[in-house]
């Protein structure tokens, strides 16, 4: 099995402001670890605040400059304005990671406008509102970079959360019209499609004994994947090294679709 950790410094992130949404726990909290790493100034929202405060603090306590902001980012103005309490701290944001997501399930038969409309503002509708948040700070710095968290899900044709998918297949039209929009002012805009990342999340929720033979089955390497494996995709998009990278999105599944 190959190393997991981050292998490669890019020097491009090197004092980068980057805002990472849901950064608490999951692939959230490997984005923040990861881009730390790299000597990134990092804010990083969650509505988690135990989790949330003690992961800035540790990063904090190994020399990172990382600030944790409690925020629920359907709350359009709160997500605003921890992304302007970003800028104020650790300069204009150049980095933007749309992570925060919520995959709960739900039934068709139980579906509600009400939830119909939370459901996509927590899976999307966020992810808008932070991209026109960043965009003037990036195009004043002369570009940046926006990774959007997508999903494979609904490649999958998966039923039982029928908001989430939808999301998520929006999050991939979403990512190629703001490349479009952005691409003038240097702002690459891409997205990642994880697979099933068996997160300490997903293995108390959703992660039954009887999913493993089916995961392994179905992907082309036999072996779980690590949150870190998405957030090393996520620096490489991030970075000069993928200066001429946009309006893509990138599998990390292990070849499953």
């Known amino acids: 099995m190959p190393s997991i950790a981050p292998a490669v410094r890019y020097q491009s992130l090197a004092s ?27 804010t990083f929202v969650d509505i988690a605040e135990e989790p949330s405060r003690r992961l800035a603090q540790d990063l904090a306590e190994g020399g990172a400059s990382v600030r944790f902001t409690p925020c629920d980012v359907t709350d359009t103005a709160a997500l605003e304005a921890a992304i302007e309490g970003a ?19 739900h039934a068709l038969d139980d579906l509600t406008p009400e939830y119909w409309d939370e459901r996509l503002a927590v899976n999307l509708k966020h992810q808008v509102f932070a991209a026109k948040a960043v965009a003037p700070m990036m195009k004043a ?25 939808t999301a998520k297949a929006g999050v ?55 949150p870190l494996e998405v957030a090393k995709v996520g620096l490489f998009l991030a970075s000069d090294e993928a200066s001429g990278v946009t309006a893509q999105t990138v599998t990390v599944d292990a070849g499953w679709t």
Request: proline share 3%; hydrophobic share 40%; with cysteine.
């Open 141 to 165: 710095a002369g570009g940046g970079a926006i990774v959007n968290m997508g999903s494979i899900s609904w490649r999958l044709n998966l039923g039982g959360l029928p908001a989430y998918v």
């Open 16 to 42: 980068r402001s980057v805002f990472v949404s849901g950064g608490g726990s999951g692939i959230g909290e490997a984005f923040v670890r990861a881009f730390a790493g790299q000597g990134c100034r990092v």
């Open 87 to 105: 800028a104020a701290a650790h300069g204009p944001v150049t980095v933007l990671v749309n992570n925060a997501a919520h995959d709960q399930r």
């Open 172 to 226: 991939e039209g979403l990512t190629r019209g703001l490349a479009r929009d952005l691409g003038p002012f240097e702002i690459r805009v891409n997205c990642i499609a994880p697979g099933w990342i068996l997160t300490e999340r997903q293995l108390k929720l959703w992660f039954r004994e009887s999913d493993e033979a089916r995961l392994m089955q179905d992907q082309c390497l036999k072996r779980r994947l690590d």
